[in-house]
């Protein structure tokens, strides 16, 4: 029996008893520091009702009025514990003899946010135990805390690199190896590794794991003809976007560009999806171009921008009406205003056929290639997905191409590399169409906008990364309608 079954035989606390100790944090809870306090409430938002951490984190930091320290405490607790829960779970299990499903799930996100203190930051043993049995008892019963306690004391006995050769030998395969030391599913390790074989660089894979559990720099993107990277005092010039800027921390919105909406939070890699359209040749004045899913309205923005300085009009579209209303706040910056529409983008083509100079689809897709942004999603993200959203995507690149005039340009994109979403989808298209639908050299369309040459293997696409290129793996393919 391990120390954490001597001190207590318990699962962790029964669901009853967890429920009727949530009501107690007030009371009972009041030890625990603000910034844990914030990073478990988000965590386990995320874990109970499928909350956005990126999107809710900000908010708990504000509503609890965490210094500028605090803030950057809760943000490394959350983002670490999250980017690194695969990996936990295998060390909990361990240190706690059973399997991370028989423990509460409260109690789990406590164990979870303390290991992540002992084995991945500098904070002091006793302070992470300690607060971690003050949060246990908020959450949890009695005979939860001397189990949390005694899962914890047991992790504090031996050393990071110890849990880490004990966790990896509980593998059976290499990619299994892969998922438990870099905390990634196995099915992700695998469409990574196929992705990347595809472009002759599978030795890359450990360096991309390693590269999505890296806190990423903030990118902003400086719109067209409302700013430049001048104004934005701290950052340094992006790498490889002419409009683009990255910070090494702060908040950006104390930025007055940022702040007035003419800057904006955008990685690197969405601004080279906009750019890649709106560069791909001159702007001829008159020019209708549409974003076929704009949501949340990033890219929109940009293109807007570009759209205005070219004398082309730009209109949005949206389907779901709360990320309409995101894509007009987005575009409120704009003086005549940018027409949203909230249409089903897979019905475009057949009610404005031939209709578009430039079509923007950043499709939904799984959002694999934004894992250092939203670390959450590759729990909550299944292989199901992919083939729930691929026929989508096929629906939604069928109804573009319909919509783009002939002789028009078609950006397909989408924050994600695996090959199913990507590579698979276009080539199925330009099949579909017989010859009517062309591949342009993206990869050439960007030598041509970059400030720096990007690394891409000899392809008509262009597959950006966190590794090699310091931004989301957003995938881009220009096609052409022939006229």
């Known amino acids: 029996m391990n120390a954490a079954q001597n001190e207590s035989g318990s699962r962790g606390g029964s669901r009853a008893s967890t429920r009727q100790g949530s009501t107690q944090r007030g009371a009972q809870g009041g030890r625990v520091q603000p910034a844990r306090q914030v990073a478990y409430d988000v965590i386990a938002a995320v874990r109970d009702s499928d909350a956005y951490a990126n999107l809710l984190l900000p908010v708990r930091m504000s509503r609890a009025a965490l210094s500028t320290a605090d803030a950057a ?86 050393d990071p690199a110890e849990w880490q050769r004990r966790a990896i030998t509980t593998a059976t395969t290499d990619d299994e190896r892969l998922s438990i030391e870099h905390s990634h599913p196995v099915w992700i390790v695998r469409a990574f590794r196929q992705a990347l074989t595809a472009e002759g660089r599978e030795n890359e894979l450990v360096a991309l794991l390693e590269s999505d559990n890296a806190a990423p720099r903030v990118g902003i993107a400086a719109l067209p003809g409302l700013a430049n990277t001048d104004e934005l005092p701290g950052a340094d010039p992006a790498r490889f976007s002419p409009v683009g800027a990255t910070l090494h921390g702060g908040d950006p919105s104390g930025l007055p560009a940022v702040s007035a909406g003419r800057a904006r939070v955008q990685d690197e890699g969405s601004q080279l999806a906009a750019l890649a359209l709106s560069r791909a040749r001159p702007i001829e004045a008159g020019e209708r171009w549409l974003d076929l899913c704009a949501g949340p309205g990033g890219k929109a923005a940009l293109l807007a921008a570009e759209a205005r300085n070219g004398g082309a009009t730009l209109i949005a579209n949206e389907i779901v009406p ?111 169409a017989g010859g009517s639908v062309v591949k342009l050299n993206t990869g050439a369309v960007l030598d041509g906008v970059t400030t720096e040459q990007l690394d891409l293997p000899d392809a008509d696409h262009v597959q950006l990364w966190p590794h090699r290129h310091g931004t989301d793996a957003m995938f881009i393919q220009l096609l052409s309608k022939v006229g």
Not at 106 to 133: G, K, N, W, Y
Not at 358 to 374: H, K, M, Q, S, V
Request: glycine residues 8%; positive net charge; aromatic residues 4%.
């Open 322 to 432: 709360a990320r309409a209303q995101l894509v007009r706040n987005a575009l409120a910056v704009f003086h005549p205003a940018i027409e949203v529409w909230e249409q089903d983008g897979t019905m475009t083509g057949a009610e404005h056929p031939n209709n578009f100079d430039r079509i923007l689809l950043d499709a939904p897709c799984t959002g694999l290639g934004a894992l250092r942004r939203r670390p959450e999603a590759r729990w909550r993200k299944q292989p199901k997905d992919v083939g729930q959203l691929t026929r989508l995507q096929e629906e939604l690149l069928s109804s573009a191409l319909d919509a783009l005039k002939p002789g028009g340009i078609l950006a397909y994109v989408t924050c994600s590399p695996h090959v199913g979403e990507t590579r698979l989808i276009v080539d199925a298209a330009v099949k579909k």
């Open 73 to 158: 405490l809760a943000t490394e607790l959350t983002y670490g514990t999250l980017r690194r829960q695969g990996y936990y779970d295998a060390v909990i299990a361990i240190a706690a003899g059973r399997a991370v499903d028989q423990i509460d799930p409260p109690i789990l996100d406590v164990l979870r946010l303390a290991t992540h203190q002992l084995l991945s930051m500098r904070t002091a043993q006793h302070a992470a135990v300690d607060e971690a049995v003050s949060l246990a008892r908020s959450v949890g019963s009695r005979s939860a805390t001397g189990f949390v306690n005694g899962v914890l004391r047991t992790i504090t006995r031996t």
